[in-house]
Structure formats: C-alpha cells, structure tokens
C-alpha cells in the first residue's frame, strides 16, 4: 500500500513563493514516477509537473514552466514542488500522484495509480 502525503499549502499573494512537500510511503516507492496535479473548482485537473525515480524525464505544463520546479529526494521519499511568482489562476487544490510502471512521466493524469489527499493553495490578488 502506498501512501502520499502533502504539505506546504496556503494563502500567499501574488508574485509570493510556496513549496509543496509530498512525503510517500510504501513499498517500491522510491521507484515510482511521481508529479503533481492541481484541480480548481469547475476546472478539469491540470497536469502540473512530474519526475521520475532517478529525475532523468522531467515534464511540467506550459503554464507552470520558469515558476515552478520538481525535485525529489530519494532518502527521504520526498517529492517537492517549488513554486514562484504565484498567479492567481494557480489557486487550486494541489494533489501528489505516483505512477507505477513508466520510466518516463505522463502528463495524463488518468495513468496514475496512487493520490494523495491534497492541499489547497490560494493566491490572492
């Protein structure tokens, strides 16, 4: 059983920074490509960025890359995304996610196998 937990959401103006944390546990865990995906209300979710177990396949949407980075920490079983220059149309929940058979990472969403509870993250104007 595989278990993802976020952290690191909150309310932050515009133009402010957060880091989301995603601590996993489970088995085999520190072999999955992991990402994050965020869903506003009356939005479809939105692939956000994604890694894979040894950071060699990195992907993020058009509408995050230059503000926003993934990274992992293979000890800790800790994926993080670093986000900057926060827009309000960022505001959504933010959901952990880990993907059990591709080396390379899916920006589709539904190939996921696992999810975290998520975080809410709200950027004021």
């Known amino acids: 059983q595989v278990e993802l937990v976020e952290s690191g959401g909150g309310l932050v103006q515009t133009g402010g920074s957060l880091r989301l944390s995603c601590a996993a546990s489970?088995?085999?865990?520190?072999?999955?490509?992991m990402a994050w995906v965020r869903q506003a209300p009356g939005k479809e979710r939105e692939f956000v960025a994604g890694i894979n177990y040894i950071g060699s396949s990195i992907r993020y949407a058009d509408s995050v890359k230059g503000r926003f980075t993934i990274s992992r920490d293979g000890a800790k079983n800790t994926v993080y995304l670093k986000m900057y220059s926060l827009k309000p149309e960022d505001t959504a929940g933010y959901y952990c996610?880990?993907?059990?058979?591709?080396?390379?990472?899916?920006?589709?969403?539904?190939?996921?196998?696992?999810w975290g509870q998520g975080i809410q993250v709200t950027v004021s104007s």
């Open positions: 489970g088995r085999y865990v520190s072999r999955y490509t």
């Open positions: 996610a880990a993907e059990t058979s591709s080396l390379a990472v899916t920006i589709t969403s539904d190939m996921y196998d696992y």
